[in-house]
Structures are given as C-alpha cells and as structure tokens.
C-alpha cells in the first residue's frame, strides 16, 4: 500500500507540473492583456497584472470591421460545424452498416484525404473558387472548411458506429421503431461522444484558420477574426498590447464552445448507456 501511495503521489505530482507547463502560456496571455502598455513591453516580468486596465480591449475592439469580423466568423464557423457533423453522421452509419461495391476504396480515399497539408490546396482550391465565382463569398470558405473536416468527422464516427451492436438497431425495431426513430434515440446518442469529438474538430478548424480566408476573400468587409488579428501587425511595428488583448478574446468563443459541448458529451452518454 505505500508502494502504491508514493507512485500515485508521484504521478499526481508529474501531472500537476505538466497541467502547469502546458498552462502557463494561456494565463501569461491573459494576464498580459490586462496590464497597461509600458508593463508590456518592460523587461522585468510581471506574473500579477496590477493595475489592471481594459484599455487593451476597448483599442482591440475599437479596431475597424471588428463587428463585422466577428459576425463573419460565427457564421462561417457554426456553419461548418453543423453541415459537417450532419453529413458525417449519415455517411458514417451508411459506411459502418451497408456493404456496396467501392467501400473500402471509398474509406481509403478518405484517410488518404487527411495526409494532404491544408496549405498545399490554397491554390487548387482557389483555382476552383475562382471558376466558380465564388471567390469574395463566405460560402467559399463554407465550402473549403467543410471539405476539410467531413473526412475526418466520417472516419471517426464510422469508428463509433462498428462499434455499437446491431443487435440494439434490431431490438429496436422489433419494438416497432422506425429508422428515423432508431437513428434518432438508439444511434445518435451512442454516437455522442464521436459527435462531440469531431464538431470541436471543425469549431477549432473554421475558426483558426487564417490563410484560406485571406486568400480568397478581396473585400475587408468579409474577412474574419484571424484576419483581423494579422492587422496588429503593420510596417511601422506591432500593438503588442491590441494583439494580446485581442488574442484573450478571439480564444473566448472557442472556450465557450468547448464547455458546452463537453457539458453535451456528458448528457449524451448518460442517454445512451440509457438507451443500450
């Protein structure tokens, strides 16, 4: 039993060093968008940011296009995240449950899709933005986003679905449940998890991303909040201050969606151990 204490004391302490090795960035982001300008830039540091000011912020948002910026993302963002857990869902349960000719070249081609670099298809997809006219439109990015994330969001989900027992789907419909109904109360909640996992995936990838929506939007009005933070940065130097400050609020959004979905993840396995 002390052998058994002193490892778990241990590995407690391994963890808590790296909780706070991997967590100091953030606080010293944070804490520095609050401290005034000449504390930014002085060489001594400063882990406690007193006297605290919202100046940093108040230059930050007071930047032009900010709002729409802002709004630009959100709805390219939430977009992406709903187009794409929809139509990684349905093609998941058709690839896990349904047999036809070209599946498993089709699963191939979709893991092979995730080993092309995002940067290496700026022009090709440029290229096809262009014929289609849609360079200059928030569908462009839509588009390039989705197409992004929907093959990883198949090959997780499709993981997630081999591994619910057909037997549940077919207990189910021996109760008299429709297919809509067994996708919606038998498969949907035990794929949760899965769900979850992948719209953070596409959250994080639609609303980081900075070199798509500066290539292929022309007019500043529809540019996003990546964009947005790359004006801090100019000729004649950087606002370290707007930057930083500017940084603690692009991250809040993401957060945000993090806690309410990891606040789902723990609903929906409760339903589908219920439902199992």
Request: glycine share 8%; no cysteine; hydrophobic share 55%.
């Given at each position: ?5 002193r490892n ?81 869902f349905l ?184 439902k199992g």
């Amino acid at each position: 039993m002390k052998a058994k204490g002193r490892n778990r004391v241990l590995l407690n302490i391994g963890g808590s060093v790296f909780v706070l090795v991997w967590a100091f960035p953030l606080y010293w982001m944070v804490n520095t968008a609050f401290k005034p300008q000449h504390d930014i830039l002085t060489s001594t540091p400063k882990f406690l940011p007193f006297p605290l000011t919202l100046a940093n912020f108040a230059d930050a948002i007071g930047k032009p296009h900010f709002s729409s910026y802002l709004v630009n993302s959100l709805v390219v963002t939430l977009s992406v995240v709903v187009v794409a857990t929809v139509v990684g869902f349905l093609a998941a349960l058709a690839l896990a449950r349904f047999k036809f000719v070209g599946r498993r070249a089709l699963l191939v081609t979709i893991f092979g899709i995730q080993m092309i670099p995002a940067p290496a298809l700026v022009i090709p997809m440029f290229l096809t933005m262009k014929n289609l006219h849609l360079l200059n439109n928030l569908l462009s990015l839509g588009l390039t986003y989705t197409g992004f994330v929907v093959p990883l969001t198949i090959w997780i989900l499709r993981g997630f679905a081999q591994g619910i027992p057909v037997e549940l789907e077919e207990a189910a419909r021996l109760d008299g449940a429709s297919p809509g109904q067994v996708i919606r109360h038998v498969m949907l909640p035990l794929l949760a998890p899965g769900i979850i996992a992948t719209s953070i995936f596409a959250f994080i990838t639609a609303w980081n991303d900075y070199i798509y929506a500066y290539v292929m939007m022309k007019d500043d009005a529809h540019y996003t909040l990546p964009v947005w933070l790359a004006t801090f940065s100019t000729n004649t130097g950087t606002d370290y201050a707007g930057l930083i400050a500017g940084s603690t609020l692009f991250a809040l959004p993401a957060v945000v969606f993090f806690l309410i979905a990891q606040t789902r993840l723990t609903a929906g396995m409760t339903a589908g151990a219920v439902k199992g």
